[in-house]
């Protein structure tokens, strides 16, 4: 825990590889990231009011997917430069941003709910 608080550990451009256990949580991530799109791809394709939030889900699991897969592989390979864990920093706080944004778009369904609930009413008395 000590190295994580270091800035020679976040600013190392020739890092060492990540540890064995390292290894496995960050694979463990990328396979539930790969379970979640699965499952988001099959509930997208669902005519509901959450059409959209399971699309914008199923980009960032897909997305965030494939950056990590070319992150894992770029330590196993011992690249200079894209190994470095500012990287894996940076992507943990993009993640963080974006999934903030795809929460505030889940804050305006049961608005949305509501003007279609309005609508329904609308056109139940137009010919």
């Not at 000590?2 to 550990?9: G, I, R």
């Not at 694979?27 to 499952?39: E, N, P, R, T």
């Not at 470095?84 to 940076?90: H, S, T």
Request: aromatic residues 16%; proline residues 4%; charged residues 20%.
């Amino acid at each position: 825990m000590k190295n994580l608080l270091s800035l020679h550990y976040w600013t190392n451009l020739r890092p060492e590889a990540l540890t064995p256990l390292a290894q496995k949580i960050f694979i463990g991530f990328l396979l539930l990231l790969v379970v979640a799109a699965i499952i988001i791809a099959i509930k997208k394709n669902r005519s509901s009011i959450y059409r959209g939030w399971f699309k914008k889900m199923y980009s960032f699991c897909v997305s965030n997917t494939v950056i990590g897969l070319l992150l894992l592989f770029f330590n196993y390979e011992f690249v200079p430069f894209l190994s470095a864990r500012f990287w894996l920093g940076l992507w943990g706080l993009i993640m963080i941003i974006w999934l903030v944004f795809i929460l505030k778009s889940l804050k305006n369904i049961p608005k949305i709910k509501e003007r279609a609930a309005q609508d329904k009413e609308l056109k139940k008395y137009l010919p």
